[in-house]
Every structure is written in C-alpha cells, then in structure tokens.
T-cell receptor, first 112, second 114 residues
Framework: GDSVTQMEGPVTLSEEACLTINCTYTATGYPSLFWYVQYPGEGLQLLLKATKADDKGSNKGFEATYRKETTSFHLEKGSVQVSDSAVYFC???????????FGTGTRLQVTL | GAGVSQTPSNKVTEKGKYVELRCDPISGHTALYWYRQSLGQGPEFLIY????????DSGLPNDRFFAVRPEGSVSTLKIQRTERGDSAVYLCASSSGTGVTEAFFGQGTRLTVV
C-alpha cells in the first residue's frame, strides 16, 4: 500500500539556519506529493505541492522537488524564522482513492 | 462560515460511552472528509462524503464508528462504546469539488477516553 516516511523530530534550529526535512514515499502509480503545515492551535494547511516528477513546489520560502528516481520530496528552506515553528507533514495522493496518505509529521522549533 | 468549524474542540468521555463530533464545512462545499490523528502519528483517513452520501468509508476502523451528513452540509461522526484507543484528534476537511488535495481542514476535536 501507499506510505510516507519522514524524518523524526523534533528539529531545533536557530533563526536563519537552513532547514531540510526528509520525506520518502512508496506508492502504486504516479502520486502527487504535498507538504502540509500545522501551526500551534490551527488546522492543517497546504504549504506546497508537486504533481509530477521533477516539479518543484514552493511557497513562503519553502521548496520541495519531486524526485521519482529516489522517491523523495524533501522540504527545504534557506533561512528559517521563529514563525516557521510548526509541525510539517509530507503526504501523497494517487487518485485511485479519495484520500491523502500522510507521514507521521516533523516538529520544527526555531529559536532566536 | 469563514472556515471549517469543529465542535467541541475538546471532549473527555468515559470508556464505554457514546460520543458525537460535529463538523461544519465551508458553505457550499460538497465534499467532506474525516481523518483521525493519533498521538505521534499523521492523519489517517476515515470517511469521505460527496453530498449526503458516503462515497468511501473504507477507513472506518470498525462498526463502532459511523458518520452521517443528512443534508449535505453538517456532518456528525458518531462513536459507540468508546475505548481508550479511540483517543485522538479527529479532523474534518471540506472542498468544493471532489479533490481532497484542495480541501480545507478544521482545527480538530481532541477526544480523550478515560
């Protein structure tokens, strides 16, 4: 079945540090890939997405590239801010079912 | 409303009791989804409604779980004979079409079974 594996947290970084959160997937067919973010006290929000191989999704300074050869979709940001502190979820959608498959989430804590 | 609203935000119940969790989707959204997020896990799919009907209920863990959406807007997730393992955050999402990837999520209801 479909599955998503992402690095365990928490990840603690100083402000302006570089961020990488690893995500790999297993899927039948050709999935679309997503990163969702959950800020404290808020609902899940779509951060970025990529629908086919080599696509790069980007939003709010975050980027992720769909790598079919390594089945990966790592989230990156060059300079994190305290306001980026949240839980980040990698997810996939294959279209064969009406559901997103999520990873377990990675908590990011950014300190001054 | 402005977003997906879930009530209550927190619910504590005793083992064996019955609970109902409510979801008010964004006005006009025809698709509605329920997910469950257990501690330390990502959200897991429970059920998907298109209009009033359950288009996919393959994620419901057993027959103690049931959901309805009688008028195609508000949905209620019902759990009978609750068990401690049902403790989780229950998330609701809605979208204007059939695409869960375009859905907006509510803040969830945290259910604790003691």
């Amino acid at each position: 079945g479909d599955s998503v594996t992402q690095m365990e947290g928490p990840v603690t970084l100083s402000e302006e540090a570089c961020l990488t959160i690893n995500c790999t997937y297993t899927a039948t067919g050709y999935p679309s890939l997503f990163w969702y973010v959950q800020y404290p006290g808020e609902g899940l929000q779509l951060l970025l997405k990529a629908t086919k191989a080599d696509d790069k999704g980007s939003n709010k300074g975050f980027e992720a590239t769909y790598r079919k050869e390594t089945t990966s979709f790592h989230l990156e940001k060059g300079s994190v801010q305290v306001s980026d502190s949240a839980v980040y979820f990698c997810a996939l959608f294959t279209g064969t079912a009406s559901k997103l498959t999520f990873g377990t989430g990675t908590r990011l804590q950014v300190t001054l | 409303g402005a977003g997906v609203s879930q009530t209550p935000s927190n619910k504590v119940t005793e083992k064996g009791k019955y609970v109902e969790l409510r979801c008010d989707p964004i006005s006009g959204h025809t698709a509605l989804y329920w997910y469950r997020q257990s501690l330390g896990q990502g959200p897991e799919f429970l059920i998907y409604f298109q209009g009033t009907g359950a288009a996919d209920d393959s994620g419901l863990p057993n027959d103690r779980f049931f959901a309805v959406r009688p008028e195609g807007s508000v949905s209620t997730l019902k759990i009978q004979r609750t068990e401690r393992g049902d403790s989780a955050v229950y998330l609701c999402a809605s979208s204007s079409g059939t695409g869960v990837t375009e859905a907006f999520f509510g803040q969830g209801t945290r259910l604790t079974v003691v």
